[in-house]
């Protein structure tokens, strides 16, 4: 895992190495300025430096004072300054032989330290030019003014061997800071860095100002310009030091004629005045004491028109790990109610630079006009932005109705062991009034190549005493080439309000993991509600997972058309890779019982797979015309079928007696699911998707006045003669001479066939179930059977079933199913027998 870089700075008061004004005159505030343009930099004016004193050590060569700075921490206050030796004679001079001091004007010497960064020789060659720095621990009640530097050299022909150069007071008209709308060039050598502040930006957020400053430096010089370890600090008029970061996370060379921009960020309790604050710049020493020397220090004044808000459809540049960022507004979208407001915010980054990027945990907050901050929540995970392929991250928010905007997006960088203190790394402004919705498609690009991905339909479905709530999400790859499909997780709301996410289910409807140029490929997103429960619109924040817990935002998506299942004419295909099979509809009927009817449909159900399959789990609801909804019972067949085989499947429900199938009934029918994947034939299903409705016609009961062509698939009976014999008061036998013919059209049938033959005379009616083909056993092979002149012996039960048969009789024949009949035929018999005693 990569570690996280910090882009910005942290505010650190009190604690750190602090530089003092020269003076109160030194600190008036400046008019505020605006951040300088191109045209603006043209009109700089350069600063000519921090020198006290020049003295001449020869009548070409000189030695000169400056770049004095205060500098202190909480247990001593030193006194930084530069000795700047200028060789304009032939021979070399030996600086080792010179040397500084540095006394109050009111009495009293300091000790003073070389600085470990100083050129070890001492030799400063003919026509060049260096630099030794130097540092003194003083009295931290004195002031610049107080102060009073000599240069020495030591002279054995001279008394005490020691001879003055010069020196120099300090006074209040000395200068040490660069004031606004000037350039300073910070020379070290040949090296030449010229360097500009801009004015600052800075926004209150709760308490605190966030501070944004912008650094410029230009290499003016002839060679690379290796920048060394810079320390930026904020100095207030009160004398109050807030420590920034800059952006810069690794040594940074400078090439001839190139400009770097630093951002250089912070936070200073907003109670502190800053006008007349200064920026102070330090170099830490690369030796091994590290002590931090003053370079240079600004006047900073504060543009009006703050730049630290990023305006609408603008971007804001940042820098993450030394790569140039892009970040701006995508989408906004507020969904308002009487009691709350819910934002949706839709954040993209863009990575301008040349090596792929782990963004920070920032923090993300939406204020109000008031100063008021609301959490923004947005996934926990890491997110990383390759070039060229943009990141989108979305957030949600909420606000009470009633407060004003403008509001204002915040993306903070959170505390952690290098940042003591939470500061703003980005600001975007938000008008809710300009918010558009979520998408209903759009295009997504990751490592893989580029995508259109969608919300093609959402379907609403009966289940007990729920609704399932399916959104069928469409991937298509735009490529020219194989994709891998993205790995995608949905959160799903309802009018604003979020589902619970254990509550969410996403499938993926085919077994693939390779899209084709041009192909596409789908998934489901489901969940349950109360059938009670009414909505308008549905929306999911779409995300892909990357590896491991981390996940990649697609985009938010919306649906505001919830579809009822569709209707088909007579024959349905299922259509996904390796699942391709059809339903056609057959038949239906009602099937009546004692106290309640069965309703029925059956169908013909095809494998369209050009191998052997075990076919789709089925599920499916009966809706009759008053949108009362009943499961209905299907027996899916477990068996496999061959290519083009056909299996018989019917579909079955209890249904009062006051039931009509009136034409305007329907079967809801569509493919189980079971714990997010397809349901096996013999399982459980929790839910069923990608459903269709069959409208089942009229009850298509319609007896034979004669017992033949009784048809109930497969099978056609023709019964050719009954003959009652009477054997008691309470027993006949009806002794039956038939042909059962059976077609062709299944290669399945799992449920096996049941008649009900009945005898019906004087107001009585009994009857016995028989089998249809029933499988053979040691107790023989009774039943119906396949075949032509075929005779089966009924025995018939029944109380005074002897009165039943003298005056005539009728036999019916029922196809049965689970105790419930459906009358096939039926004719009128005057003959039957008494047994001689």
């Known amino acids: 895992m990569k570690k996280i870089a910090k882009t910005a700075g942290t505010a650190l008061i009190a604690g750190s190495m602090l530089l003092i004004p020269l003076s109160n005159a030194a600190w008036s505030a400046a008019a505020p300025a605006k951040t300088a343009t191109a045209a603006q930099a043209q009109a700089l004016q350069p600063f000519a430096g921090t020198k006290l004193k020049t003295f001449m050590i020869s009548a070409n060569s000189y030695v000169q004072i400056k770049d004095i700075f205060f500098q202190y921490d909480n247990n001593s206050k030193k006194v930084f300054f530069t000795l700047l030796v200028y060789n304009g004679d032939k021979t070399p001079i030996d600086f080792t032989y010179y040397y500084p001091e540095v006394f109050a004007s009111s009495g009293g010497k300091f000790t003073v330290q070389e600085h470990p960064d100083n050129k070890k020789s001492g030799i400063v060659e003919p026509s060049t030019t260096e630099e030794f720095k130097y540092y003194a621990n003083i009295n931290s009640s004195l002031n610049y003014t107080d102060l009073v530097f000599k240069v020495q050299k030591i002279d054995f022909n001279a008394p005490d061997y020691t001879r003055l150069i010069g020196q120099a007071a300090v006074t209040a008209s000395y200068q040490n800071s660069v ?120 006047n900073l004044v504060w543009d009006t028109a703050s730049s630290f808000i990023t305006g609408e459809n603008q971007k804001a540049q940042l820098k993450v790990s030394d790569n140039a960022m892009e970040a701006g507004i995508e989408t906004l979208y507020v969904d308002r109610t009487e009691t709350q407001n819910e934002w949706t915010v839709t954040l993209k980054w863009t990575n301008k630079g040349d090596s792929a990027v782990t963004l920070p945990k920032y923090k993300y907050e939406l204020m109000d006009s008031r100063g008021v901050r609301y959490p923004v929540e947005v996934p926990d995970a890491e997110v990383q932005v390759v070039p060229g392929i943009d990141k989108e991250i979305i957030g949600s928010a909420v606000t009470p109705p009633t ?103 996403i499938m993926k409807l085919e077994d693939k993991i390779m899209l084709g140029a041009k192909e596409k490929t789908s998934y489901v997103v489901t969940t349950k509600i109360p059938y009670t429960y009414n909505f308008d619109e549905l929306t999911l924040n779409l995300s892909e997972q990357t590896s491991g817990e981390a996940k990649a935002t697609i985009g938010l998506f919306r649906a505001d058309k919830i579809s009822p299942a569709s209707s088909v004419s007579s024959k349905h295909t299922i259509d996904s890779v390796g699942r391709r099979a059809s339903l056609e509809f057959l038949n ?147 002794d039956i001479r038939y042909t059962l013919d059976k077609t062709a059209e299944f290669n399945v049938m799992e449920a096996g066939r049941k008649l009900y033959v009945e005898l019906e005379g004087n107001n009585l009616k009994y009857g016995k179930t028989i089998e249809v083909e029933p499988k053979k056993s040691d107790g023989g092979d009774e039943g119906l059977q396949i075949g032509t002149e075929q005779e089966i012996r009924v025995e018939i039960q029944g109380q005074n079933i002897g009165s039943l048969i003298y005056n005539g009789y009728k036999v019916n024949i029922y196809e049965e199913i689970d105790g419930y009949k459906r009358l096939l035929g039926s004719k009128i018999f005057n003959s039957f027998q008494v047994p001689v005693p």
């Open 588 to 734: 239906t009927y009602v099937f009546v019982g004692k106290d309640d009817d069965l309703l029925y449909a059956e169908f013909s159900y095809t494998n369209d797979e050009s191998r052997s399959k075990t076919l789709p789990a089925l599920k499916a609801y009966f809706k009759t015309s008053d949108g009362t909804y009943i499961e209905a019972d299907i027996e899916n067949v477990k068996t496999q079928l061959k290519t083009k085989g056909t299996a018989h499947l019917a579909a079955k429900a209890v249904v009062p007696k006051t039931f009509v199938s009136d034409g305007s009934v329907e079967l809801i029918v569509g493919e189980a699911i079971e714990n997010g994947q397809y349901a096996k034939p013999d399982g459980t299903p929790d839910g069923f998707i990608r459903a269709v409705s069959f409208k089942l016609p009229k009850n298509q009961n319609v007896a034979k006045e004669e017992l033949v062509d009784l048809a109930f698939r497969p099978y056609k009976l023709r019964i050719h003669n009954a003959f009652a014999v009477l054997s008691d008061t309470s027993n006949v036998r009806l």
């Open 403 to 505: 407060v004003d905007g403008p509001f204002t997006l915040l993306v903070r960088y959170p505390k952690d062991e290098t940042n003591p203190t939470e500061y703003v790394a980005a600001a975007f402004r938000l008008n809710a009034e300009q918010a558009t919705g979520p998408v209903e498609g759009k295009r997504y690009r990751n490592e893989y190549g580029l995508y259109q991905i969608s919300v093609s339909r959402v379907e609403r479905l009966p289940w007990g005493n729920q609704d399932l709530i399916n959104a069928y999400v469409e991937i298509e790859n735009l490529g020219s080439t194989s994709q891998v499909i993205p790995q995608i997780t949905a959160a799903l709301k309802l009018n604003g309000i979020n589902v619970n996410e254990q509550d969410v289910k």
């Open 179 to 298: 004031p606004s709308k000037h350039y300073y060039i910070i020379r070290k050598g040949n090296d030449k860095l010229k360097t500009y502040l801009q004015p600052g930006s800075k926004l209150a957020v709760s308490g605190d100002n966030q501070i944004r400053l912008r650094f410029e430096m230009e290499n003016v010089g002839w060679m690379t310009y290796t920048v060394p370890n810079l320390q930026f600090y904020i100095l207030t008029k009160a004398g109050h030091m807030v420590k920034l970061t800059s952006d810069l996370a690794n040594q940074l060379n400078i090439q001839p004629g190139e400009k770097v921009v630093v951002t250089l960020s912070g936070a200073i309790k907003s109670s502190i005045d800053l006008n007349g604050t200064k920026l102070i710049v330090q170099a830490v020493s690369g030796g091994e004491q590290g002590i931090e020397t003053p370079v240079a220090m600004y």
